[in-house]
């Protein structure tokens, strides 16, 4: 079975902080997303990657950025948290066949 | 862009009783499909999917969806819920390009 893990499940943070949130998967696979989920907007795409080191703007990418060092690994930072960004953030990676196999999710509150 | 629409945002249905949930996506390019469901605070999980073959795929747990292409439709039954079913369903649909798409999410509500 693939696995996702998110590196937490609730996170609360003050304005301005800087935010890592963390993203592994197991099965080797080369798309990793992250989302935002709010209620009444559905999933919206933040950002993605297709490999190591390569990254694409999704649909709301502006406060965000990401980092792909490893495979594995694909992490989305805050730069400096606001309270519009208070949510429920959704990792996700892709088999070949383009199935998302999604992590456990981090709700964040921003103070 | 493919666009997914999820009809229904809201679905009561009494306990033992059948439900259908509507989704429809606007492109009759070749499609990858896709059911996801939310239990609260938890992540997306993969209930079932298309991807070739019989138009007609079940879930473990009862579910059935049908891939209608005339239609573009790919409706999610169940013939009797259980109270366990109350969860957030979410349709999606991939295109050539491994691009996903997703509705705007299903809250099911099965009542007693």
């Known amino acids: 079975d693939v696995k996702v893990t998110q590196s937490s499940r609730y996170l609360v943070k003050r304005t301005g902080e800087k935010v890592f949130l963390e993203c592994v998967q197991d099965m080797d696979h080369e798309n990793m997303f992250w989302y935002r989920q709010d209620p009444g907007l559905g999933l919206r795409l933040i950002y993605f990657?297709?490999?190591?080191?390569?990254?694409e703007k999704g649909d709301i990418p502006e406060g965000y950025s990401v980092s792909r060092e490893k495979k594995e690994r694909f992490s989305l930072i805050l730069e400096s948290a606001s309270t519009n960004q208070t949510s429920m953030y959704l990792c996700?990676?892709?088999?070949?066949?383009?199935?998302?196999?999604f992590g456990p999710g981090t709700r964040l509150t921003v103070l | 862009a493919q666009s997914v629409t999820q009809l229904d945002s809201q679905v009561p249905v009494f306990e033992e009783a059948p439900v259908e949930l509507r989704c429809n996506y606007s492109?009759?390019?070749?499609?990858?499909l896709f059911w996801y469901v939310q239990y609260p605070n938890q992540g997306l999980q993969l209930l079932l999917k298309?991807?070739?073959?019989?138009?007609l795929v079940e879930s473990i747990n009862g579910f059935e969806a049908e891939f209608n292409k005339s239609q573009t439709s790919f409706h999610l039954r169940k013939p009797s819920v259980h109270i366990s079913d109350t969860a957030e369903y979410f349709c999606?649909?991939?295109?050539?390009?491994?691009?996903?798409?997703f509705g705007t999410g299903t809250s099911l509500t099965v009542i007693p």
């Open positions: 996700a990676s892709s088999s070949p066949q383009g199935t998302q196999y």
């Open positions: 999606a649909v991939s295109d050539p390009s491994n691009q996903f798409y």
């Open positions: 990657s297709y490999d190591v080191k390569m990254k």
């Open positions: 492109s009759s390019v070749s499609v990858y």
């Open positions: 298309y991807l070739s073959g019989s138009t």
